[in-house]
T-cell receptor, first 117, second 113 residues
């Protein structure tokens, strides 16, 4: 089956620094990827839709300057948390959309746990 | 607008007992519905999906779900729970216009020995 790889799986950083998380679709091309944020014991909150070759579409309330998304190729999207603060600590999950059939299929990465000290 | 509602944020069952996780949807068009499972500190794994073919959908790990239009429901069931089924389960509806998947709030399943 299709695999989406997310890296790093865990990252600890100091407040004020920037952190980049990568999301790769390993065996299919994904023109659309999604970034989610999951708070402890909560559902997934869609942050943004990442479109290859164009600007990401952010959900309401998500700061685009704080969470920079780049989808430079058909297999890679990156999320950069800029000037991270402790409140940015969370579990970030990416997903890649593979077209086909009625709905296509969404494949999820393993998630990245960010801890900002 | 499309949405899903999961009733019960926590469900506990004994090992070997029936698992029933509830999901109701709201959609103005025929919905495409999904169930995902999430184990601790991991991403989501697709259990099964309904895409307007058979109303009873069989998935992995012995799970199945039945699409009931009259009840706007897509409940997830498994005849006999295993300890390994303990996880978080998410129901989702697919929005074809945007490729977005709208997730429910999740149900944490606990399996008691």
């Amino acid at each position: 089956g299709a695999v989406v790889s997310q890296h790093p799986s865990r990252v600890i950083c100091k407040s004020g620094t920037s952190v980049k998380i990568e999301c790769r679709s390993l065996d299919f091309q994904a023109t659309t990827m999604f970034w989610y944020r999951q708070f402890p014991k909560k559902s997934l909150m869609l942050m943004a839709t990442s479109n290859e070759g164009s600007k990401a579409t952010y959900e309401q309330g998500v700061e685009k300057d704080k969470f920079l998304i780049n989808h430079a190729s058909l297999t890679l999207s990156t999320l950069t948390v800029t000037s991270a603060h402790p409140e940015d600590s969370s579990f970030y999950i990416c997903s890649a959309f593979r077209t086909g059939g009625n709905t296509g299929e969404l494949f999820f990465g393993e998630g990245s746990r960010l801890t900002v000290l | 607008a499309q949405s899903v509602t999961q009733l019960g944020s926590h469900v506990s069952v004994s090992e070997g007992a029936l698992v029933l996780l509830r999901c109701n949807y709201s959609s103005s068009v025929p919905p495409y519905l999904f169930w995902y499972v999430q184990y601790p500190n991991q991403g989501l794994q697709l259990l099964l999906k309904y895409t307007s073919a058979a109303t009873l959908v069989k998935g992995i790990n012995g799970f199945e779900a039945e699409f009931k239009k009259s009840e706007t429901s897509f409940h997830l069931t498994k005849p006999s729970a295993h300890m390994s089924d303990a996880a978080e389960y998410f129901c989702a509806v697919y929005h074809s216009g945007t490729y977005k998947y709208i997730f429910g709030t999740g149900t944490r399943l606990k399996v008691l020995a």
